[in-house]
């Protein structure tokens, strides 16, 4: 059951974190990888910026410690020369405490020999630590220009990209309605072509009927001389002369 639960609930976390990184500005996503790249250099600088001065005072104090030892070193020599002097004099207290003086300068030598020799190389140490830190900086500094060349790029990307999407949006809209009364270009597209089939086909229905009107008037104009001749045949055949019909179909006429 834990388990179920515990799947259910990545499951609900990597939705909402989807649907999020859906919705999110890349501009201001962009910005803020940015912002992090910079906040990261800023703390390696700082990192950096210690390792250097860790090796700066470890030189400042070697070199104290050298111009300590020299300066012991030329104590205990000016004892040791003080105290054979006492000698020769004959004053061996002073000689003894010149002794004592020198003797203790010695150890004071013994030991800052020790720490210089332990300055050494630590010295040596953080030098590569502070080269390593200047490197490690001047590397990301320029990977830090590449990303905000880098940036400059996707930002022009990011309007080209949204210009074309307002272009494909503007695009689209020319083929939709622009409000519920206004028909959309399609559709006054197909009432234009409906009324230009329906005014085409008045005209062909025109000239059709036209046509046979010319038609029936040629028919009528053919039976009419066929008849006239019948008739002009009929006469010959009754054997009345082509004056004689003219006179009968004058009589007939008047009557």
Known sequence: MWKLLKRRWKYLTARLAGRLEESADPKIQLEQAIG????????????????????????????RSLSELERVNRNARQAIMMAEEATQSGDDEKAASYTNAAEQLAGRLITLEEEIESLKSLLFQTSEAADQAKAAVSQNALSLQEKLSERQKLLGQLDQARMQEQMNEAMSTLSEAVGEDVPTLAEVR???EARYAKAKGASELVEETSTE?????????????????RLTEIREQLGMS????????GETTED
């Open 36 to 63: 992090e790249a910079r906040e990261q250099h800023r703390r390696l600088k700082d990192q950096a910026a210690n390792v250097i001065a860790n090796h700066k005072q470890t030189e400042i104090r070697l070199n």
């Open 190 to 192: 197909d009432k234009i």
């Open 213 to 229: 009107g010319r038609m029936l008037e040629i028919e009528a104009a053919a039976r009419n001389q066929e008849a006239k001749a």
């Open 242 to 249: 082509p004056a004689q019909a003219e006179i009968t179909q």
